[in-house]
């Protein structure tokens, strides 16, 4: 297969099956976990679980008391590289154009240099991120082969996308493949790893405060 | 596999539910929960970080419940849990782990960590894994009726002391009483004036109450040690002696996991709710005092601090209700920079003070406390609970510090008004 082949069917099927396992993989997890079910709790209630649980997805996307120094890392760099990734994503006029051309839906671009900043930012994150789980004794303990794993997934889009916008390292058709083949493997991969926790996480953070609200208390 | 670990795989495996399962998957290896550990910040040895004390129960839900762990249990290339890792593990769910909850309420994804200590600790007791001294406490608690071996006989002798003391009769057994009234052995033995103090409170408030000769004992080894059928068997006594009683409420003593086994997890070991209500003694004292049951003289003049049992506060949802009655009694209360639902443990919760394997690392978690209490240069600690109680003042004599520890009950009962609310003049304590 030519270059131009590879880059027709990584942008149709290629793309439109990763979209599948992705779509389907995730239903699956979040349903797995659902069915899981939970005794019910005969102890009465003190509060609101639903509220409380609300309230704990909002709650723990910020800053909380008595944060140390870990804490701040993590949350500054994790919301750089989230920020700069998804900003990326959305708002190259490439991107958009791709999803103009499903969808019909499109929305304004931000300048190239901006999203050369966001890219650039999400990649430095990702690197403090991964040089912190190395140099932290706690993180390195925590750490096994799927962290490592997703974040060379992850990393791969930006880093692939990034030299394709300076027409760097392969030639530009390659280069193309090369980028959506990683976003793609990167989309098949979510459900199947812990880089599922973009959706799981707000079933978590409704577990923890609808547990804790259930007893009066704001988690 | 010995039937013990087998037992235990599948005592985990039981556990595993929908909220374990998704703070697993969304667990993002971060670390930030080893910051909320008194035991690794005392330490920061990173074993002790929360969400590692976990390990084995996250390998079993990886090998049960996601693609990768089926994959390779299939292809016989997964790791089946072992009896030396669960062994190895033992210390680090049951000595560095007092399932005071302050993790839960600081990770960043929600992971509810110490909801999982708990179902971690029954899967180990059913593997034959848990610390000699919960053991035994446990086996007491079945076999004699407390942790601490304390028999209705040595109440009788402890409640004979106290009516003396406050010319009031303790009443006991009495039918149709309002409110059955639970105590911890700790309290019995240790802190009797508890007794003392809510008899005369209950006699200016005109409660109607009683104790159990059959179950007085609120404290559950069960829970501590996580086995749900002893702890269920020592829920049912109480509800028996509720019943026989026909009383309406019960009241859960200042102990704090006593009330987490009564309050909270009491219905479910038993699986059906009560036909009486829980209480905690704060909560009551707080209606008593709201309406003007509760008249107190004098204040405390010294600068006081209230010291937060876990088990009551953060993971019981009674917060405001000590600091209201503290304040009726104290002219200088100031808090501790964490307090309230991000309180500090003592270090001796979950049943670490019933395990003398971890008495060292116990006194080295003190330091939190020590730090906080010596951020706020306090002379007088106020708490309500007895457990606690005896942590701190263990760990403040360990550490040569001058600072009385009181007992909330006791404190307002000594400050009680003979009739109407008196005005609110100072005085030494």
Known sequence: MTSTEWLIWVRGPGLQLSLGIFILGMTYRIMQTYFLGRAKNLAEPRGSQWLHGMKTIWWRSFFHPGMTIRGYFTIISGYTFHLGFIITLLFLDQHIELFRSWTGLSWPALPPIVITITAVLGIAALVAVLVDRFADPVRYLLSDYQDYLCWVLTVLPLVTGLLLVYKMWLPYTSLLVVHIISFEILLVAIPFTKLSHVFTIFIARWYNGAIAGYKGVQS | MSVSLERGIQTLKEHIDAPVASFFTTCVHCGMCADACLFYTETKDPKYTPIYKLKPLRRLWHQEYTFWGKLAAKLGFSKPLTAEELKE?????????????????????????????????????????????????????????????????????????????????????????????????????????????????????????????????????????????????????????????????????????????????????????????????????????????????????????????????????????????????????????????????????????????????????????????????????????????????????????????????????????????????????
């Not at chain 2, 009443?171 to 508890?194: Q, W």
């Not at chain 2, 905690?280 to 010291?307: A, Y």
């Open chain 2, 89 to 429: 593990w033992e210390p680090l769910v049951y000595d560095s782990c007092t399932m005071c909850g302050r993790c839960s309420m600081t990770c960043p994804v929600g992971n509810d960590i110490v909801y999982m200590i708990r179902k971690m600790r029954e899967g180990m007791v059913a593997a034959g894994f848990a610390p000699e001294g919960l053991k035994s406490a446990t086996e007491r608690a079945i076999t004699i009726g407390s942790p601490m071996g304390v028999k209705f006989p040595a109440l009788k002798n402890q409640i004979k002391h106290v009516e003396a003391d406050i010319g009031l009769k303790i009443p006991v057994d009495v039918r149709g009483a309002e409110y059955m009234a639970l105590l911890s052995s700790m309290e019995i033995m240790n802190f009797p004036e508890y007794i003392g103090a809510i008899a005369k409170i209950f006699d200016q408030a005109d409660i109607r109450w009683t104790l159990a000769s059959d179950a007085f004992e609120a404290t559950n080894s069960g829970i501590q040690i996580g086995s749900s059928d002893l702890a269920a068997e020592l829920v049912e006594r109480v509800v028996a002696a509720a019943e026989r009683l026909k009383v309406n409420y019960v009241i859960s003593p200042e102990c704090g996991h006593a009330y987490t086994a009564l309050r909270w997890e009491g219905p479910n070991l038993i699986g059906r709710p009560y036909p009486f209500k829980v209480i905690h003694i704060l909560e009551l004292l707080d209606q008593l005092r709201s309406q003007d049951k509760l008249p107190v003289t004098g204040k405390i003049k010294e600068r006081l601090t209230f010291h937060d049992p876990c088990q009551i506060v953060r993971r019981g949802g009674v917060i405001e209700e000590p600091r209201r009655l503290l304040e009726m009694v104290a002219e200088d209360f100031a808090e501790m920079e964490d307090h309230g639902i991000m309180n500090w443990c003592c270090g001796g919760g979950g049943g670490v003070s019933t395990n003398e394997r971890a008495a060292t690392l116990k006194l080295t978690a003190f330091n939190r406390k020590r730090h906080q209490l010596e951020a706020l240069g306090v002379n007088t600690l106020v708490t309500v609970c007895a457990n606690c109680r005896i942590t701190l003042e263990e760990g403040l004599e360990f550490n040569n510090m001058d600072v009385a520890v009181l007992g909330l009950a006791e404190t307002l009962a000594e400050h009680l008004a003979e009739q109407s609310p008196a005005p609110t003049t100072t005085q030494t304590h």
